[in-house]
């Protein structure tokens, strides 16, 4: 447990000598946020309500999608593991007496922690002070909203995860990742909420784990009943099923990995 | 080994080092392509990666244009302008940015350059750095951009009850160009700040991507403010808004002068001026504080 | 034809009359950080004739690479006047280019995911070399550093000194008057360097090149640097051949005599006995090296004997250590 913890503690130091690009990204996550939040509040002038959606609930989603684009990396950067495996590198850390998904995973929750301080906050604040955010008083859904948005950093890294092994199977993973990091804000909610989706595409993507990295979160901030099981526990259990089984996919396709490069020698 | 075939200086009164240089267009010029194309071939090797990325760019396109869509059909009309005359707006701003992305987009790499010390390799060769910098990685995939986004803009004109005078005929391709210019101007001065603040990649990216974003949409629905900040301090408003009410003949809805949209070419000159200059400042405070 | 000759007038190729450099520093915690000037290179001046090789010396950190730096135009100088080439090398940094190759041991200038070939065929037009000059130049060049079977090869799979060749070549496809290497045989093998070494010399006596290294490799200037230049905490410490800096330096040369039998130590004026093992015996010589051969042959059986200059390593190991005093024994 110790060495994780270390592992953590030297994410969080690494990331927070970043100071200029910290700095960046917020400006960054602040002002796609303005432009997204005009349109919709020019969308909702016209339509003041759309499948139970308002402007201010809008608005609020767009914040809190730009808020999580650090700590989930819906946008990349990929894991450092993905270039480990590309240089072969990785064999070193399949050697040690780790688990690499626990290792990568410690890691990935160093740089979330720094980046949910000194990123998201102030992107958040940005939101909160341009416009009217719809935030719940009930302090019980202060706590489901913090337990969905763990919840939503543990997915943001198992897809990570998964789509750097990729590289175990195919020589470069630019192309996968360039894939992936566009299609996810699409099907999060990231790009649009959801609930503006056709019904049928909207349906689809509700069920697919990239749903608990933008939509599920928002919609336990909004109290929707639009969850999965109508309810913010239902939202919950949706994120940690997902949560579950793709680590738990990430840790048999780590143990397939290993064992090819233990046979082919990398 | 073969002797050194130069004259010395008494035999042209040229340097004895001098290199026997017969083209005298700008290396830049006769470069670009030639670096551009070796890149392609580089990028090439991982043919898989190729097609992928090619297909991401396209995908980005996709997804872009499917929100314009869903925010369209929910609301009809916004900012008094109907969908297909929304396709014009995205198709004029797609169709800059993509090629200004195309062409340039990879300067925003400038301040990993930086860092890693690459620009020195860069400086010791007779070519523009700007132009090695934008050769960087030059792929055709980035037309996965433009294509769809030039598609968008075709078949707006084709759509829209367009008045097609000789006049508009003209000027419809110079507006995309100088729209072009503009965005590739900007996307040079952004990069520039990396000069100063190396790891501020993003910060870049918040004023060329950003303002891709906001020109998707039809100015209007920003409010005046926003309008008058894109049109005086940041030219973005000549990248699709004003021409777009060129090509639709409207009255400005937001009661700005019309001559504005006859500006474009005025506009591109000026934007091209200063990212030279800011390029140029920020190539010499490079060299004079050697960080 | 005859090979490039020193320009007319005997204009030199580098004339660097006092140029200096600082460098301002941010230091500390953001919030209170400090600025502090940071002097890289102080008050240097130094002349090189067309047609020579000259060794830019020093320990790290003493001002090679800054100085490597102004006179390639990547940095310009706080203080002083240098031309290479005739040019004002950070204003006429694209003239100069032309006229200049540079390469540094430590980064490649080659493209990483193409053939040798092609990058080379790049810099071709960069440099816009005329086409049937640039396949003379590379069939000459190939023949020499042996490119032959890797010309073919992505340049991430060759190796280092497989690059190295690859990136001089790249640096003389234009033919430069000038050519600068940074640290050209850091991290090569024994054969690699000697390959390196022996293709400088030609390059210099067929061609006419000059040539400007900086090295951490003494094996380099001795083997092609008939003149040095050290550089040490910013400021020029020797200027002169490679023998002046011998004769100047403080070493003693060693006298290693092999005796028919084995003796007691060797005692005769102008020269003490340092080390013995069985019939060898070394001496470091104080007075002149013919008088006391000559005693020493007078008084003992010789079998062999070998007079051993001081170490190029050594020396300048002291002249780092006494820069200020070093400074005095500048022979230029």
């Known amino acids: 447990m110790r060495v994780y913890l270390t592992a953590f503690g030297c994410a969080v130091r690494r990331y927070s000598t970043y100071r200029a690009a910290t700095f960046a990204g917020v400006v960054t996550n602040s002002v796609f946020g303005l432009i997204n939040a005009m349109v919709l509040l020019a969308l909702f002038e016209a339509r003041p309500q759309i499948n139970g959606y308002d402007a201010t609930d809008a608005v609020t989603q767009v914040f809190v999608a730009q808020a999580v684009i650090g700590p989930i990396a819906i946008f990349g950067p990929p894991l450092d593991l993905s270039e480990r495996i590309r240089t072969g590198e990785v064999a070193v850390d399949l050697l040690r007496p780790v688990h690499p998904v626990l290792w990568w995973l410690a890691t990935d929750l160093g740089r979330a922690a720094f980046s949910t301080v000194f990123r998201s906050v102030p992107t958040f604040a940005v939101g909160m002070a341009a416009f009217e955010l719809a935030l719940p008083a009930d302090p019980l859904r202060w706590v489901a909203v913090a337990a969905a948005f763990a919840l939503a950093v543990l997915v943001g890294f198992a897809l990570r995860y998964l789509y750097a092994l990729a590289g175990f199977w195919l020589m470069d993973t630019r192309g996968v990742h360039a894939v992936v990091f566009l299609l996810a804000p699409f099907c999060a909610g990231h790009l649009l909420p959801l609930t503006l989706f056709p019904e049928a595409l909207a ?55 290993t064992r090819r490069v233990v046979v082919q020698g990398g | 080994m073969a002797e050194r075939t130069s004259p010395g200086p008494a035999a042209g009164g040229r340097a004895a080092w001098e290199p026997a240089v017969l083209d005298r267009r700008p290396r830049s010029v006769t470069a670009y392509p030639r670096l551009a194309w070796a890149w392609t071939r580089a990028l090439a090797q991982y043919p898989v990666s190729l097609a992928m990325l090619t297909f991401a760019q396209a995908c980005t396109t996709a997804v872009e244009l499917l929100a314009v869509v869903i925010v369209f059909g929910h609301a009809g009309r916004l900012g008094g302008f109907t969908l297909d005359e929304a396709m014009l707006f995205y198709g004029l701003t797609g169709t800059a940015f993509s090629t200004a992305h195309l062409l340039i987009g990879t300067v925003d790499r400038l301040g990993e350059h930086i860092r890693r010390g690459s620009l020195d390799t860069v400086l010791i060769r007779p070519v523009s750095p700007l132009v090695q910098i934008a050769t960087e990685e030059f792929s055709p995939r980035r037309l996965g951009r433009t294509v769809p986004s030039a598609a968008a803009l075709g078949y707006a004109l084709s759509v829209l009850d367009i008045a097609w005078t000789p006049e508009r005929v003209l000027m419809v391709p110079l507006l995309i160009g100088c729209g072009a210019l503009i965005c590739g101007s900007l996307w040079v001065t952004a990069a520039s700040v990396q000069f100063l603040l190396t790891d501020a990649r993003e910060l870049v990216s918040s004023v060329t991507n950003g303002g891709w974003a906001l020109t998707e949409y039809p100015l209007a629905i920003y409010g005046r403010d926003v309008v008058r900040a894109v049109t005086y301090l940041v030219p973005l408003a000549f990248v699709s808004w004003q021409p777009a009410l060129y090509i639709l003949d409207r009255p400005d809805p937001l009661g700005m002068p019309d001559w504005l949209r006859y500006a474009s070419p005025a506009v591109a000159a000026a934007a091209v001026a200063v990212a030279a200059l800011v390029w140029r400042t920020g190539l010499r405070h490079y060299r004079s504080t050697g960080s | 034809m005859t090979a490039r000759t020193p320009a007319s007038g005997g204009a030199p190729i580098i004339d660097a009359d006092g140029i200096g450099r600082t460098f301002t520093r941010s230091e500390g915690p953001l919030f209170r950080r400090r600025r502090r000037t940071v002097t890289a290179v102080r008050d240097v001046s130094f002349q090189v004739t067309a047609g020579e090789i000259v060794g830019y010396l020093g320990p790290n950190g003493a001002g090679k690479s800054t100085t490597m730096k102004m006179l390639t135009g990547i940095l310009s100088p706080s203080a002083g006047r240098l031309r290479v080439t005739g040019l004002e090398p950070s204003r006429q940094r694209t003239r100069l280019a032309a006229r200049m190759g540079v390469v540094f041991g430590q980064r490649t200038t080659l493209w990483w995911d193409l053939p040798l070939r092609d990058s080379l065929a790049l810099t071709r037009h960069m440099y816009r070399v005329p086409a049937r000059d640039h396949a003379r130049r590379l069939a000459e060049l190939t023949e020499l550093l042996e490119l032959g079977p890797f010309l073919a090869t992505p340049v991430r799979q060759l190796s280092l000194g497989q690059r190295m060749r690859g990136d001089l070549t790249a640096a003389l496809l234009h033919d430069p008057a000038l050519l600068v290497l940074d640290e050209p045989t850091i991290g090569l093998d024994v054969v690699s360097k000697s390959t390196i070494r022996e293709f400088l010399l030609r390059l210099n006596a067929e061609r006419g090149t000059t040539i400007l290294l900086t090295t951490h490799d003494l094996g380099d200037v001795e083997r092609l640097c008939r003149r040095v230049i050290v550089i040490d905490h910013g400021s020029l410490a020797f200027d002169g051949d490679l023998a002046a800096l011998r004769d100047g330096a403080p070493s003693p040369r060693t006298l290693v005599v092999d005796l028919a039998a084995p003796s007691e130590p060797i005692e005769v004026p102008g020269a003490r006995t340092v080390r013995v093992r069985g019939t060898r015996q070394w001496l470091e010589l104080d007075g002149n090296p013919a008088a006391v051969i000559a005693d020493v042959s007078h008084h003992y059986a010789i079998a062999d004997l070998t007079l051993n200059e001081p170490d190029i390593e050594d020396v300048v190991a002291r002249l780092y250590r006494r820069e200020g005093a070093a400074r005095e024994l500048s022979a230029g």
């Open chain 1, 203 to 257: 349906g689809v993507l509700r069920v697919l784990p990239w749903a608990s990295l933008v939509q599920v979160p928002a919609e336990i901030l909004l109290g929707k009943d639009s969850l999965p099981g109508g309810s913010t526990l239902g939202g919950l259990c949706f994120q940690a099923a997902w949560a579950a089984a793709l680590l738990a996919l990430g840790a048999v396709l780590t143990a397939r990995a």
